[in-house]
């Protein structure tokens, strides 16, 4: 079965500060990973996905994201937070390529910007 | 593109009422759309994933009887929580997937509140 470590629960940064978030994922088979970004009592909103080809992956608001097979780790990046990228992170393997597979999610990782 | 909206956003009932949730494709069609669960401060569970035209699939421990999902037309789910208690009181998230896309799209949710 597939699953989804995020090993941080909260993290915090000062705006402008360089931001990484990690996860790890289990699965058998080629993942497809995502990561999506959730505002308080909002749904989720894709920030970006791999599915093959470059291991470097660029997002919107600037995050970007690596996929490193030999470390089974898909996280997520951006050279410079801003108090508005305060959110809860998610990252996410689905089976398969089609959007009608499953998602997996790991349980995510609060955000917090200090001015 | 790619819209999903929920309705209603927010949702307050007594204890052994029914509830129903929509959940809408507004610029696409969805063969299969998914019902998460999450709770204050946790990730997304999985409910059931619906199909178009077929009878949902459930995720182990969900009960079927009291989560109602019909999937009646390509931009149109909804999950009817019969019989609500407290312990029902949730966030509940859509997501629809276009036909032939590889990316699930998310719904805003919906805050339900059982008294």
């Known amino acids: 079965a597939q699953s989804v470590t995020q090993p941080d629960i909260h993290i915090t940064v000062s705006e402008g500060a360089s931001l990484e978030l990690r996860c790890n994922y289990s699965y058998g088979a080629t993942p497809y990973l995502f990561w999506y970004v959730q505002s308080p009592g909002q749904g989720l909103q894709l920030l970006l996905k791999y599915f093959s080809g470059d291991t470097l992956v660029q997002g919107i608001k600037g995050f970007e994201a690596e996929f490193k097979r030999s470390q089974s780790s898909f996280n997520l990046r951006k050279p410079s937070v801003h108090w508005s990228d305060a959110a809860e992170y998610f990252c996410?393997?689905?089976?398969?390529?089609?959007?009608?597979?499953?998602?997996?999610f790991g349980t995510g990782t609060q955000l917090k910007v200090e001015l | 593109g790619a819209v999903v909206s929920q309705h209603p956003s927010r949702v307050i009932c007594k204890s052994g009422t029914s509830v129903k949730i929509e959940c809408r494709s507004l610029?696409?069609?969805?063969?299969?759309m998914f019902w998460y669960r999450q709770f204050p401060k946790q990730s997304l569970m999985l409910m059931a994933t619906?199909?178009?035209?077929?009878?949902?699939?459930?995720e182990q421990g969900v009960e079927k009887d009291k989560f109602l999902i019909n999937h009646a037309s390509l931009t149109l789910s909804t999950l009817t929580v019969t019989s609500a208690h407290p312990e029902d009181s949730s966030f509940y998230i859509c997501?629809?997937?276009?036909?032939?896309?590889?990316?699930?799209?998310f719904g805003p949710g919906t805050r339900l509140t059982v008294l």
């Open positions: 996410a393997v689905q089976r398969g390529t089609g959007g009608g597979n499953k998602l997996t």
């Open positions: 997501s629809a997937a276009p036909s032939g896309a590889n990316t699930q799209y």
């Open positions: 610029d696409f069609q969805a063969t299969t």
């Open positions: 619906s199909n178009e035209g077929s009878k949902a699939t459930y």
